[in-house]
Structures are given as C-alpha cells and as structure tokens.
C-alpha cells in the first residue's frame, strides 16, 4: 500500500465480505427499509405542513429532524445498496471525505435537534402561557440554524484533520467511510486522533445529551407539582415520544462513540452502524405517528380526504 493518503485515489470498502452468501437478503431487506423510511419521513413532513393545526414549534422541529433522517439515510444506504449488489466497492478519496462530513453533519446536527426539541417540550410544560411567546418563530428558526452551524462545524474540523494525516492502508472493513474503521489505517500511534474522536464526541453527544436530562428534569419537576393526574398524564405525553426517540438515538450513537479503540470489534461496529443509520430513521416518524393524537388526527383527515377523491 502506499505510505501516503495524497498518493493514493481510492479506498476499498469490504461491506458485509464476511456474510457474502446472504447479500441478496440484505439487499431486499435494507432496501425495503430505505423505502419505508423515504416514504414514512416524506409523510410526515407534508402532513405537517399541510396542516394548519399542526404549525407549531414542536411539529416544526418534528419537520426538521425529518429531513434531516432522510438526508442522513441517503448519505449512506446507496453505497451499502451498491456494496451488496457487485461486492468489494471502491470510493475516491474526495468521496470518502464528502461521506464522512455529511455523515458528521447531518448526525451532529440531529443530536442538537433532539436538545432543542426537548427545550421546546420544557418551555411548553414548565411555561405554558408563555409558550407561544418564547418559541417565536424567529427564535424556532435560529434554533435550528444552530444545529445546523453545530453539524457543519464538527463535520468539516474532523473530515479535514482527518484527511490530512498518513493512512497505511486503503481497505475500509466497513460499510461507509465510518471514522472507526478509518482511525484504523491511520499510520503509527493513533492515539492522538482517537482523543479528538472522543472530543468530538463529547462535543457532538455529551453535550446536547446534558441539555436533555436537565430539561427533562425541569419538565418531571413541574408535572409532579401539578394537582390533577389528568393534567399529569397529557403533560407527561406530550414528552413520551420525544423521550423514545433520544434513547434510541443516544443508546446506538453512545455505544459507538463513547468507548476506547481496544474495544472496537469490525461485526459489532457494522451492527451498531445499521442500527442508527437505518432502524433508528425509520422508527422516529413511526413512534411520532403512532404515540401522538394530533398526528393521528391529521393523518385521518389526509386519508378521509384521499378516499374522497377517489370515489
């Protein structure tokens, strides 16, 4: 191999080389799920904004983290598609490196949306008659924006550092350009980038994971004060799907991130892999259509309306 990654054009991803008699399954069955997830995510986003009832900051932030497991779906799905059909692919460097930072991106950018969606549920249970006064528009909006700022940031700081150290390899034992796998072919004592992996970890996980527990706690704090149980359970359900969707986002992104090298394994890194890359984007619009009432009303009136036009 060449000693250097400016020498080189291309790396190798293995995929699922290990499992190769059961590619067409995979096939089907990852294709299916990417699909359901376009269509289950594309659903979702029009139902809302189709919908005047549902034009609220909530339902915009359940817009915006729609799209964003969409786009974070397609970053890496086709290749996976592509990686069962003909085998061992290869995947230019520049490629490798555009994966890699929309991957950062749009993941970094859905965990701050998850912090900023549980600071909207906080807001509307712990200050009600100002809801609609702090979550303005403007303030929806440049939320959001920062997530996105947030996403950009980590993507490009830990794409370009990186991408500017020796690799002594060029076979990726992944399924996408995957910065375990990555830190693996890096040249002498890695170290020093597994740091900055877990720094930016820290940054990309931890952090916004703090701003959830403590709204969380704000939000069980003002629902145990409140006197009727009525009044405690619709609270509480306004949270329930929201809480759903961070455990099983932060379960699979802090199992991956938050643990040293020495415990990397390829099988269980490519498992953990598909578990957030394509279960977790295709259960958010399923656990927000399925636990929550004002969704359900307005996927049956969309419906009713369907069936009107048709007969």
């Known amino acids: 191999f060449p000693a250097n990654f400016s020498e080189v054009s291309e790396f190798r991803l293995l995929g699922f080389s290990e499992v190769s008699h059961l590619h067409p399954l995979l096939f089907v069955i990852l294709f299916s799920l990417y699909v359901l997830t376009l269509m289950a995510n594309t659903m979702i986003a029009l139902i809302i904004n189709g919908d005047n009832t549902l034009h609220i900051p909530m339902y915009f932030f359940l817009t915006q983290l729609s799209c964003?497991?969409?786009?974070?779906?397609?970053?890496?799905?086709p290749?996976?598609?592509?990686?069962?059909?003909?085998g061992t692919i290869g995947i230019s460097k520049t490629g490798c490196a555009m994966q890699m930072f929309f991957f950062l991106f749009f993941g970094v950018a859905e965990c701050f949306?998850?912090?900023?969606?549980?600071?909207?549920?906080?807001?509307?249970?712990?200050?009600?008659?100002?809801?609609?006064?702090?979550?303005?528009?403007?303030?929806?909006?440049?939320?959001?924006?920062?997530?996105?700022?947030?996403?950009?940031?980590?993507?490009?700081?830990?794409?370009?550092?990186?991408?500017?150290?020796?690799?002594?390899g060029l076979v990726i034992n992944h399924f996408f350009c995957e910065i375990q796998p990555l830190l693996e072919l890096l040249c002498g004592n890695t170290s020093p980038s597994e740091t900055q992996v877990i720094a930016v970890a820290v940054f990309a996980i931890v952090s916004p994971f703090l701003m959830i527990i403590y709204s969380y706690i704000r939000i069980i704090s003002t629902i145990l004060k409140m006197s009727s149980?009525?009044?405690?359970?619709?609270?509480?359900s306004t949270c329930s799907s929201h809480l759903l969707v961070v455990t099983l986002f932060y379960g699979t992104a802090?199992?991956?991130?938050?643990?040293?090298?020495?415990?990397?394994?390829?099988?269980?890194?490519?498992?953990?892999?598909l578990s957030y890359t394509v279960v977790t984007?295709?259960?958010?619009?399923?656990?927000?259509?399925?636990?929550?009432?004002?969704?359900?009303?307005a996927l049956r009136k969309r419906w009713r309306k369907i069936n009107f036009m048709w007969k």
């Open 229 to 236: 149980v009525e009044n405690q359970q619709k609270a509480f």
């Open 68 to 77: 964003l497991d969409i786009c974070y779906l397609s970053v890496i799905v």
């Open 113 to 168: 949306l998850l912090a900023v969606m549980s600071c909207d549920r906080c807001v509307a249970v712990c200050y009600p008659l100002h809801y609609t006064i702090i979550m303005n528009t403007r303030v929806c909006k440049s939320l959001v924006a920062g997530t996105y700022i947030c996403g950009t940031a980590v993507g490009l700081v830990h794409t370009i550092i990186t991408f500017s150290l020796p690799f002594c």
């Open 281 to 297: 984007p295709l259960l958010n619009p399923i656990i927000y259509s399925l636990r929550n009432e004002e969704v359900k009303g």
């Open 254 to 273: 802090s199992s991956m991130y938050l643990r040293p090298k020495s415990s990397y394994s390829a099988s269980v890194d490519k498992l953990l892999s």
């Open 79 to 86: 290749k996976v598609l592509e990686n069962l059909i003909v």
